[in-house]
């Protein structure tokens, strides 16, 4: 189980690295709305040819809203944020909360329950996180204000893909989870093509470099990392997946360090080392149980 741990992980801060990389080739929601797409249909041709079981058509709303609020309306609602002028580091500090309120909306609507340890691991991976992003906070601050409006686009950002998140521990959980990805990437690429009509996008630049990032992001993230999260969501509590996620910025950042020679402070190596332990703390306990 910790192999998957860290594999998810490491996909998913890719993500963030994948995010900077289609800057000026694909506009970010045609990126994810092809994505969605191609995703939805990989999981349905791997249903279709395996003959998975799909849901009943009563319980459809319940993977297609799964799916629009882990995906579609997280990103979309994140995107649309930073292209609102949003700093970066706002964003992942916003983020930093989603373990909390992920914990929170478990227990009051499923009932999990998590550990006096494992809550305070996650507080300290969530400090870690803050000091990873403190230096990008700081430069980010002095840009100016932002909107009201931008700030609750961040927030709803993230309170959709917490939603999202809990929404998958639910009854959806005992569903094929071939033909329930199918269904989720498919409803979320409605959404991002909704986000793609609201703000006009049409970035596509056909070259190399853009195939080989729409094939990691159909492939890996999608076919990886989100039907990983998803699997994990199955086996696990919500609150430890969600706190095990805290260490994908900081990775993303040492990634960042190496692929694009961004700098990384000491404030930002003692964050990482911190999460670390926050992550470690959280985990021990869950180990035992």
Same mark, same amino acid.
């Given at each position: 189980?910790?192999?998957?741990?860290?594999?998810?992980?490491?996909?998913?801060?890719?993500?963030?690295?994948?995010? !900077?990389? +289609? &800057?000026?080739?694909?506009?970010?929601? /045609?990126y *994810?709305?092809?994505?969605?797409?191609c @995703?939805?249909? =990989?999981?349905?041709?791997?249903?279709?040819?395996?003959?998975?079981?799909?849901?009943?058509?009563?319980?459809?709303?319940?993977h297609?809203?799964?799916?629009?609020?882990?995906?579609?309306?997280?990103?979309?609602?994140?995107?649309?944020?930073?292209?609102?002028?949003?700093?970066?580091?706002?964003?992942a500090?916003?983020?930093?909360?989603?373990?909390?309120?992920?914990?929170?909306?478990?227990?009051?609507?499923i009932?999990e329950?998590?550990?006096? !340890?494992? +809550? &305070?691991g996650?507080?300290i991976?969530? /400090?870690? *996180?803050m000091?990873?992003?403190?230096? @990008?906070?700081? =430069?980010?601050?002095?840009?100016?204000?932002?909107?009201?409006?931008?700030?609750?686009?961040?927030?709803?950002?993230?309170?959709?893909?917490?939603?999202?998140?809990?929404y998958?521990?639910?009854?959806?959980?005992?569903?094929?989870?071939?033909?329930?990805?199918?269904?989720?990437?498919?409803?979320?690429?409605?959404?991002s093509?909704?986000?793609?009509l609201?703000?006009?996008?049409s970035l596509?630049?056909?070259q190399?470099?853009?195939?080989?990032?729409?094939?990691?992001?159909?492939?890996?993230?999608?076919?990886?990392?989100?039907?990983?999260?998803?699997?994990?969501?199955?086996?696990?509590?919500?609150s430890?997946?969600?706190?095990v996620?805290?260490?994908?910025?900081?990775?993303?950042?040492?990634e960042?360090?190496?692929?694009?020679t961004?700098?990384?402070?000491?404030?930002?190596?003692?964050?990482?080392?911190?999460?670390?332990?926050?992550?470690?703390?959280?985990?021990?306990?869950?180990?035992?149980?």
């Amino acid at each position: 189980m910790a192999f998957l741990y860290v594999l998810l992980v490491v996909i998913w801060s890719t993500g963030f690295i994948t995010g !900077k990389l +289609i &800057v000026g080739l694909i506009d970010p929601n /045609v990126y *994810l709305g092809i994505r969605f797409f191609c @995703a939805g249909l =990989l999981f349905l041709a791997i249903a279709l040819v395996q003959r998975r079981h799909f849901p009943k058509w009563k319980e459809l709303p319940k993977h297609i809203i799964a799916g629009m609020l882990m995906n579609g309306f997280y990103l979309g609602f994140a995107y649309v944020a930073i292209a609102k002028g949003l700093p970066a580091g706002i964003m992942a500090l916003i983020g930093a909360l989603q373990p909390a309120l992920v914990t929170l909306l478990a227990f009051l609507i499923i009932k999990e329950k998590t550990s006096l !340890k494992g +809550i &305070v691991g996650m507080l300290i991976g969530m /400090v870690g *996180l803050m000091l990873v992003v403190s230096p @990008a906070l700081g =430069l980010d601050m002095n840009h100016g204000g932002v909107s009201l409006f931008t700030f609750a686009l961040a927030c709803s950002a993230i309170f959709a893909l917490s939603l999202g998140v809990t929404y998958q521990k639910m009854s959806i959980s005992s569903s094929d989870i071939f033909s329930s990805m199918a269904i989720q990437n498919l409803a979320a690429s409605v959404v991002s093509f909704g986000f793609v009509l609201i703000l006009g996008e049409s970035l596509f630049r056909v070259q190399l470099e853009s195939v080989l990032l729409m094939f990691w992001g159909v492939i890996v993230l999608s076919g990886g990392g989100v039907f990983l999260m998803v699997w994990l969501l199955r086996k696990v509590k919500a609150s430890q997946v969600s706190t095990v996620l805290l260490l994908a910025p900081p990775l993303a950042a040492i990634e960042s360090y190496f692929l694009f020679t961004e700098s990384m402070t000491t404030i930002q190596i003692v964050g990482f080392v911190v999460t670390i332990t926050g992550v470690y703390l959280s985990r021990t306990k869950a180990n035992k149980e």
